[in-house]
């Protein structure tokens, strides 16, 4: 099992940028794909990206394609949402997952969640 914690959220003026960082406790996070997801306010939860066990390979959801850039650094268990150019549609809760058998962009397919941190987007 794993637990993750998400950070790094807050208001941001359009074309602003912001990181958002997520903890796992754990030895075997190296083990996890982890993903990002966010859900607006009334809207559902979508997939924003989603990073390989390794780190070599990302998936990334169109709306977010060359603004956003997934990583991880498996010496500190953590996975990274580097968000640029930010738009006021992008506002939302965004949430860090794990996967155990591979990455993707299905909600269903992944295991654990973090509590979500808010993102805020001011025009």
């Known amino acids: 099992q794993v637990h993750l914690v998400e950070s790094g959220g807050g208001l941001v003026q359009a074309g602003g940028s912001l990181r958002l960082s997520c903890a796992a406790s754990?030895?075997?996070?190296?083990?996890?794909?982890m993903g990002w997801f966010r859900q607006g306010l009334g809207k559902e939860r979508e997939f924003v990206a989603s990073i390989s066990r390794s780190g070599g390979s990302t998936y990334y959801a169109d709306l977010v394609k060359g603004r956003f850039t997934i990583s991880r650094d498996n010496a500190k268990n953590t996975v990274y949402l580097q968000m640029n150019f930010l738009k006021p549609e992008d506002t939302a809760v965004y949430f860090c997952?794990?996967?155990?058998?591979?990455?993707?962009?299905?909600?269903?397919?992944?295991?654990?969640w973090g509590q979500g941190t808010q993102v805020t987007v001011s025009s």
């Open positions: 754990g030895r075997r996070f190296r083990s996890y794909a």
């Open positions: 997952a794990a996967d155990e058998d591979g990455y993707g962009n299905t909600i269903s397919q992944y295991d654990y």
